[in-house]
């Protein structure tokens, strides 16, 4: 694929920038849709050696943004301690790391230029990244806040269900109800399943949605599309990775989220390559050119 030196915002716009969800959905009806590979094992594999690849290339834009999102995780926690509700820890944490994939903007920026073999700076993707602010990725931040939310409400909705109203002062106390007790272990079984459900949904609508829109003038919609795509032509490989995600990030979240620091930005690289693997954008035919 031809890649230009501009920054991602210009990417595939021709001569006429967007200026918004309905003109990028109106221009998306003039040009196909983006053509999805079906990926196996092996090409997971290659992915994730070029993630660490890219990784080792460019190690203080990883560790940056890693160590920032890792502040975050944190600062979560905390919060849940300092109001109260520290058995909120767990779930609000689990919900925390949903939101990878938007913080991995400027990790995905690195990769693509490092393909490309385009100048690294902090200038450039940092700039890159506050350029998403006008562009459709920045209405699949809110697709993503939205299952944050759904998270966080099936949480509280599970508890007053299994656990009733009770108040739990400590987390330590609230661990020991759901862990010697039926109603608190059907709490953990039920709380996982629908869990692991949200999280297949936000995976297969963000997997390679964020990359794309990233590179691409594309609207959201259409980028989701994409991105089941992938997951439904590929399904065992692409869950899998899933997988593959879910316990490095539960691991890297064990000691104070520290891991999160490494863990963050391998998946990140390794996200965009696989994301190039998985998603072909066709030539645009001369009548699809501004005129």
């Known amino acids: 694929m031809n890649e230009n030196t501009t920054t991602p915002g210009e990417h595939g716009t021709g001569n006429e920038p967007a200026t918004g969800t309905s003109r990028t959905a109106a221009k998306d009806t003039l040009r196909p849709m983006p053509l999805v590979n079906r990926i196996t094992a092996n090409d997971v594999i290659d992915a994730l050696a070029s993630g660490l690849a890219d990784f080792r290339a460019a190690p203080v834009y990883g560790l ?69 602010k006008g562009r459709e990725l920045s209405w699949m931040a809110f697709v993503v806040l939205f299952i944050q939310i759904m998270w966080m409400y099936q949480v509280r909705l599970l508890l007053a269900l299994f656990l009733g109203f009770k108040s739990f002062a ?29 999280s297949l949904i936000l995976f297969s609508l963000t997997v390679v949605s964020f990359p794309l829109l990233l590179e691409e003038d594309r609207d959201f919609i259409t980028a989701m599309i994409t991105s089941v795509r992938a997951v439904v032509t590929s399904p065992i490989p692409m869950i899998g990775w899933a997988i593959v995600v879910t ?19 391998v998946l990140g690289h390794t996200t965009w390559h696989l994301y190039k693997k998985c998603v072909v954008i066709p030539e645009k035919s001369p009548s699809d050119a501004t005129p």
Request: hydrophobic share 60%; no cysteine.
């Open 64 to 132: 940056a943004i890693g160590a920032l999102f890792a502040v975050g995780g944190l600062f979560v926690i905390l919060s849940a301690a300092a109001l109260k509700m520290s058995y909120l820890s767990y779930p609000a944490a689990a919900g925390f790391v949903l939101i990878g994939p938007f913080a991995a903007v400027g990790l995905y920026e690195v990769s693509r230029r490092l393909s490309s073999g385009e100048e690294l700076s902090w200038s450039a993707i940092l700039g890159t990244m506050w350029a998403q």
């Open 170 to 198: 400590t987390f330590d106390e609230f661990l020991t109800e759901v862990i010697t007790t039926p109603e608190g272990l059907m709490f953990l079984a039920v709380g996982h399943v629908v869990g692991a459900i949200l």
């Open 247 to 265: 316990a490095l990030l539960i691991v890297s979240m064990v000691p104070a989220f520290l891991g999160l620091i490494v863990v963050l930005p």
